[in-house]
């Protein structure tokens, strides 16, 4: 045993001496020495070997192998899900920009295509009329803003007439209204209902089943 002992007699300075007085605790010089160096040394001791940070990042390299695919897999959508996103998601951003920049725009729904383009309409503005140079109202055509095709059969379910031919303009106002619709996104086996309400533009969506 490499402790040091306790001093019988504290009044003697013995170097080796581990004693109280007092409540307090007192070491001899020798012990107050060896207690240095093993806290010098310490963290030497406690030091990992190149073999075992080895063995540690390998097993990380496991461990972050086999959670990526399952991460990217969790955070793609499936196609329907994907689908009906996108279009609620075109509904909001329409409502947003026609707010924002006080313009009118228009959503254009195509259930033969599978495609919703975002566009603005063609508008009047005061501009300078190119032939006579005189300041004049001038037509500003519309631009499309985006384009995306739905991975799932999209499905107008109002507002239709005899003469729809599978493609409608809906529109969104400065306001913050826009024109109601009713939408069925589906893939076959499962389907989601879109619906806008009019008077605030914000779209609702859920599923076929629950309604």
Do not use: H
């Amino acid at each position: 045993d490499n402790q040091p002992a306790r001093c019988n007699n504290p009044d003697r300075a013995n170097p080796d001496c581990l004693y109280r007085r007092g409540g307090g605790l007192y070491v001899g010089r020798r012990v107050a020495g060896d207690v240095q160096n093993y806290l010098r040394y310490w963290p030497m001791k406690r030091a990992f070997t190149l073999v075992e940070l080895m063995v540690v990042v390998a097993v990380m390299g496991v461990i972050i192998g086999i959670s990526i695919p399952a991460f990217r897999a969790f955070l793609k959508k499936a196609p329907l899900e994907q689908a009906i996103s996108d279009v609620e998601g075109m509904c909001r951003q329409a409502r947003s920009d026609a707010i924002i920049n006080k313009r009118t725009l228009e959503l254009v729904l195509n259930d033969a295509e599978e495609f919703v383009t975002l566009r603005t309409v063609a508008r009047s503005v005061m501009g300078v009329d190119p032939e006579t140079g005189m300041e004049a109202n001038l037509v500003e055509q519309g631009e499309v803003l985006e384009r995306v095709e739905l991975q799932a059969d999209l499905q107008i379910i109002e507002p239709i007439d005899e003469d729809f031919i599978g493609q409608l303009e809906l529109r969104f106002y400065p306001n913050g209204t826009a024109e109601p619709v009713d939408l069925r996104v589906t893939d076959g086996s499962e389907a989601y209902i879109l619906s806008l309400d009019p008077v605030t533009g914000q779209p609702t969506v859920i599923n076929e089943d629950t309604r």
